[in-house]
T-cell receptor
Framework: GAGVSQSPRYKVTKRGQDVALRCDPISGHTALYWYRQSLGQGLEFLIYFQGNSAPDKSGLPSDRFSAERTGGSVSTLTIQRTQQEDSAVYLC?????????????FGPGTRLLVL | RKEVEQDPGPFNVPEGATVAFNCTYSNSASQSFFWYRQDCRKEPKLLMSVYSSGNEDGRFTAQLNRASQYISLLIRDSKLSDSATYLCVVNVGYNQGGKLIFGQGTELSVKP
């Protein structure tokens, strides 16, 4: 079946512009995560949605970053007034729980370059 | 202290070698444990879950020591295609937010 999809796959923008990154999770997955990965670095947790609960925003680096998840499905990560240090790969993942175990599947990521 | 810590490597080994990766986690309430693999410029993919009794999948063996809060991954008879970054992942459980916490990853390079 279809996996997690993200769009755009690549985005080049000028400093100060706003960008919106989209994630389509696997159908039926209740949890959705956003991560950021800079070149040669590990995954940096940004935000986590679980069902109808309030999202865990503890990883968002500044108030320029926000995310929403509509109808428990598609999510959009928005970065306002982009800065060069925002350049990274933004990864989305969705997950389901079975037998007390959670299995997480990643999308291919959006590579963002801020000039 | 990071919630999940790994040796960053890189580990450079010849084909056929056995290599072990170690990982420690700080939250004693952690409930689920995994190893993910990430190839260069690709997204992470689940390699295997880690169970309390230890588990094996072909050349890969995962171990969990809850008392020491320690997880390991052993790769036997390493192949060139095993070259990747291996990520240790912990789930702290839904009653504490439920999100998966990733280590920084250990890079493995298998040489001919």
């Amino acid at each position: 079946g279809a996996g997690v999809s993200q769009s755009p796959r690549y985005k080049v923008t000028k400093r100060g512009q706003d960008v919106a990154l989209r994630c389509d999770p696997i159908s039926g997955h209740t949890a959705l995560y956003w991560y950021r990965q800079s070149l040669g670095q590990g995954l940096e947790f940004l935000i986590y949605f679980q069902g109808n609960s309030a999202p865990d925003k503890s990883g968002l680096p500044s108030d320029r970053f926000s995310a929403e998840r509509t109808g428990g499905s598609v999510s959009t990560l928005t970065i306002q007034r982009t800065q060069q240090e925002d350049s990274a790969v933004y990864l989305c993942a969705s997950s389901y729980q079975r037998g007390g175990q959670e299995t997480q599947y990643f999308g291919p990521g959006t590579r963002l370059l801020v000039l | 202290r990071k919630e999940v810590e790994q040796d960053p490597g890189p580990f450079n080994v010849p084909e056929g070698a056995t290599v072990a990766f170690n990982c420690t986690y700080s939250n004693s309430a952690s409930q689920s444990f995994f190893w993910y693999r990430q190839d260069c410029r690709k997204e992470p993919k689940l390699l295997m879950s880690v169970y309390s009794s230890g588990n094996e999948d072909g050349r890969f063996t995962a171990q969990l020591n809850r008392a020491s809060q320690y997880i390991s991954l052993l790769i036997r008879d390493s192949k060139l295609s095993d070259s990747a970054t291996y990520l240790c992942v912990v789930n702290v459980g839904y009653n504490q937010g439920g999100k998966l916490i990733f280590g920084q990853g250990t890079e493995l390079s298998v040489k001919p």
